[in-house]
């Protein structure tokens, strides 16, 4: 049986397709910076150093690439901006590099990016894969991670890239950070809170990667989010009356987020209205379509 190889599949969105394709029983490699003995399944890489464990790519079929340094972990000094595109570059690079080395090649990949792509409006102008980037510095990164992806078409693999809204799930990524303020009984809305914030459930991120490696006549970019146009004050609101009857739901002044986060504060103070309709049209349906039933189903997990 073929397998999928998953790099960067250690992380957060990585470990709940683990997770999904034990459930589906579907063979896969990992490959990490670090080496676990007592998994055989991870091969370890150091794209820095230009090192792959060629025994990581022994039949597969897909490769699903979600390598790259934490967007929002911390401030975007000129070392951590190298950090964050070299994780992103290097290593599609030498994903390229093996790739065209091979007899059999792989048949499909999928590569992460993100919404970030996007210039941010405060418009209720809804962004769909033909938009135009923005001119941010997320936007710029994306933009030079998704041109590595694409690279992947001249050695003739099925290429995907999935532009992800904000991941959510209950052991990772943004949702627990924005669930400890309403566990004591508080709703922060940032800014004016009028911000678009696209999602999608960890779960339904899944299935839509696995509809991507099925469905054949699948290629280029699509947006992973679940069309659920929710702006930062909804989203904050309904979270904390879920989580506790008695909220407090307060402002965070824009200029108190850019004095704490500099740059990074972009991340949360913009948003945009992002399509679902490219990836509906496949086929796909999403499980998770509005907060409600989002955040009752990883709230009883
Ligand atoms: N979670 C979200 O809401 C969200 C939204 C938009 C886009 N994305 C993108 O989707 C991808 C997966 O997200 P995630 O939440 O699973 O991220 P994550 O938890 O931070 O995991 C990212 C993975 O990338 C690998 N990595 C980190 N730095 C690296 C480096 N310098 N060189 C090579 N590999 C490196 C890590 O693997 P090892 O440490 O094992 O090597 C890690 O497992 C990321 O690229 C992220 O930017 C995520």
């Not at 992103?88 to 919404?115: G, H, N, W």
């Amino acid at each position: 049986m073929k397998k999928v190889l998953i790099a960067g599949g250690s992380g957060f969105v990585g470990q709940a397709l683990q997770s999904f394709f034990r459930f589906k029983s579907i063979e896969f490699n990992v490959l990490s910076r670090n080496i676990y003995s007592e998994r055989s399944n991870y091969f370890q890489w150091i794209p820095e150093e230009n090192y792959i464990d060629l025994n990581s790519l022994v039949d597969v079929f897909c490769i699903i690439n979600l390598s790259g340094e934490n967007i929002s972990e911390k401030p975007w000094t000129n070392k951590r901006k190298k950090q964050l595109y070299e994780s992103r570059i290097l290593t599609s690079q030498l994903l390229f590099d093996s790739i065209q080395k091979l007899s059999t090649k792989p048949e499909v990949i999928i590569c992460a990016s993100a919404i970030g792509y996007y210039e941010s409006k405060e418009s209720d102008r809804c962004f769909d894969e033909t938009s135009k980037s923005g001119s941010s510095y997320l936007s710029t990164l994306c933009v030079q991670w998704e041109e590595s992806s694409l690279k992947f078409i001249s050695l003739g693999l099925r290429t995907i890239v999935l532009r992800f809204g904000i991941v959510l799930g209950k052991s990772g990524g943004a949702f627990p950070k924005l669930l400890f303020p309403a566990k004591f009984h508080l709703g922060t809305i940032l800014s004016h809170g009028r911000q678009f914030m696209p999602y999608i459930h960890i779960d339904d991120l899944c299935n839509l990667i696995l509809h991507c490696i099925e469905v054949k006549n699948i290629n280029g970019i699509y947006n992973a989010v679940n069309g659920d146009h929710v702006t930062n004050e909804s989203f904050c609101r309904t979270l904390a009356n879920k989580v506790s009857r008695f909220v407090f739901i307060f402002k965070v002044p824009r200029i108190i987020i850019e004095l704490l986060l500099g740059k990074m504060s972009t991340v949360l103070l913009d948003g945009n209205k992002v399509s679902s309709k490219k990836i509906e049209a496949t086929g796909f349906l999403f499980q998770f379509k509005d907060l409600n039933m989002t955040f009752d189903n990883i709230l009883k997990k």
